[in-house]
């Protein structure tokens, strides 16, 4: 299936996920979520020479860190400008990683050719959730893993995304995204055949202020880029406080931001 029929059975631009992505400046993000890419690769236990697939690898983070551990890579995303990114991070540590564009929800790899495919923070943005999770175990051998860091509903990321629904109406029929963070959605997403292993784990967000990582978060996250570029002024006025006020609520410092980021790893056994 193609990324335009895919959108088109939602009936959703066909762009929409790689604009939304491709707003704002990942890289910033990106950069910040490296630890738990590093952490993910030890969880699954990742061994050298084993076939790889990053999915939604963004700036590369997991498929680097792969790569790093002797890994066969391919890593697949749908923004070309992440996908250069990324390449330019591979060859500037002289490592081997094969890019390709490409949509969660149809994956332009054969069935079972993988024995660890990986996602952080990545695939549980996907608009149909139960067709990129099929996508997912569609690729994995037998035997082997799907390792996957999603954002819990609890934490900072999780209720920052709900905001985000109060301000911008999501799709008709979507799921919010965190429930990739819950054992039970991923037991409805993956079904009775699977054995999950999954722990919470917290990333530390640091900012001089709260109101500085707001400014920066509404510059350069995607999302929320777009959440704001859709809202008129008294709009974007709420947007800001609301955001200040949870960065607040959750920040654990009298002097500048150092907030947890709560987030599930998790490893999937077929």
């Known amino acids: 299936m193609s990324e335009r029929e895919t959108s088109e059975r939602d009936g959703l631009p066909a762009d929409v996920q790689q604009r939304t992505w491709a707003t704002g400046d990942y890289r910033s993000i990106g950069a910040r979520f490296l630890l738990a890419a590093e952490l993910l690769c ?80 990545g695939v549980m943005f996907a608009r149909d959730q139960e067709q990129a999770a099929a996508e997912l175990l569609r690729v994995t051998r037998p035997g082997g893993r799907i390792a996957l860091a999603c954002w819990t509903p609890s934490g900072y990321m999780g209720r920052m995304l709900a905001l985000n629904t109060k301000y911008r ?24 055949d699977v054995a999950i292993e999954a722990g919470t784990r917290e990333l ?16 350069t996250y995607g999302p929320t880029v777009m959440t704001v570029e859709s809202l008129d002024a008294a709009g974007r006025e709420s947007l800001v406080a609301d955001l200040t006020e949870l960065v607040h609520e959750l920040n654990t410092d009298e002097e500048t931001v ?7 790893e998790i490893v999937i056994r077929r």
Not at 42 to 51: S, V
Not at 207 to 217: G, K, L, Q, T
Not at 258 to 264: I, T
């Open 204 to 219: 530390w967000w640091r900012f001089s202020s709260p109101e500085e990582h707001v400014r920066a978060w509404c510059a």
């Open 42 to 121: 030890e969880a699954a236990r990742l061994r050298a020479g084993e076939e790889h697939l990053d999915v939604a690898t963004g700036t590369g983070n997991t498929a680097l860190a792969a790569a790093r551990r002797s890994a066969r890579v391919t890593a697949i995303d749908l923004v070309p400008e992440l996908l250069a990114h990324a390449a330019r991070r591979a060859e500037a540590e002289g490592l081997t990683i094969g890019f390709r564009q490409g949509d969660a929800e149809a994956l332009p790899v054969a069935d079972a050719a993988y024995d660890l495919v990986t996602s952080t923070f």
């Open 169 to 192: 109406s999501p799709a008709p029929g979507t799921r919010p995204e965190s429930r990739w963070g819950t054992t039970d959605g991923l037991r409805e997403l993956f079904g009775p």
């Open 258 to 264: 150092l907030m947890p980021l709560e987030y599930l």
